[in-house]
């Protein structure tokens, strides 16, 4: 994702940066830190305790290799968010940059809801579909070609009926593009007091 031609990655640094600059969260969980995209911002940040979250244990060493010690309060977890109803402490903002496309929605985002204070912030980015550009982008890594048949991009608007139905209300959303071409959406979202019982897709 960090390929200039693709720069996924730094999109979702910038986005983290900028979410957290404008909502300036005490505690701060990435859901899918991978080997820590986004921390190098909440280095030296005012801060009190970020957490990382990935499925992958390599990723998550590699997180800890780069990042202990420099980030004051960090908590790094090797866990499915669709299966992890208890992790760690509520946090203010919840950060989910390209992972709901490989989950469950509904479980993943009732764990969510679980893991956000009252009030607390839900920040996903997620990715849209384009008429001209594969939905996993050419790389040199033949490797990332496996994901294609596991990704289910998520529509805006279903991602916004299943986050209520978990309880978190729509605050805000931004159309994202990133070097490559590919658009992406950042949708806000403000934990309610519980979930709603809202209709099946």
């Known amino acids: 994702m960090a390929l200039p031609t693709i720069g996924q990655s730094r999109l979702i640094a910038d986005q983290l940066d900028a979410v957290v600059a404008r909502l300036s969260p005490r505690s701060i969980a990435i859901i899918g830190c991978?080997?820590?995209?986004?921390?190098?911002?909440?280095?030296?940040a005012n801060v009190d305790r970020v957490v990382g979250?990935?499925?992958?244990?390599?990723?998550?060493d590699e997180a800890r290799r780069r990042y202990e010690g420099r980030i004051p309060g960090l908590e790094l977890y090797v866990a499915d968010i669709q299966d992890a109803p208890s992790?760690?402490?509520?946090?203010?903002?919840?950060?989910?940059a390209l992972?709901?496309?490989?989950?469950?929605?509904?479980?993943?985002?009732n764990v969510?809801?679980?893991?956000?204070?009252?009030d607390g912030v839900l920040a996903?980015?997620?990715?849209?579909?384009?008429?001209?550009?594969?939905?996993?982008?050419p790389s040199p890594y033949a490797s990332l070609a496996k994901l294609a048949p596991v990704m289910h991009l998520v529509a805006p608007e279903e991602l916004r009926l299943r986050a209520q139905r978990a309880g978190f209300h729509p605050s805000q959303s931004d159309i994202l593009f990133s070097p490559a071409g590919k658009r992406f959406s950042l949708d806000i979202f403000r934990r309610g007091d519980g979930p709603r019982r809202i209709a099946e897709l």
């Open 34 to 44: 991978a080997g820590g995209n986004g921390l190098d911002g909440l280095a030296g």
């Open 53 to 60: 979250v990935d499925i992958h244990p390599g990723y998550v």
């Open 87 to 96: 992790l760690f402490e509520p946090v203010d903002l919840l950060y989910v």
């Open 99 to 109: 992972v709901l496309e490989y989950v469950d929605v509904d479980r993943a985002m």
């Open 112 to 118: 969510l809801w679980q893991h956000c204070k009252p």
């Open 124 to 137: 996903v980015v997620s990715q849209l579909p384009h008429e001209k550009i594969a939905e996993v982008s």
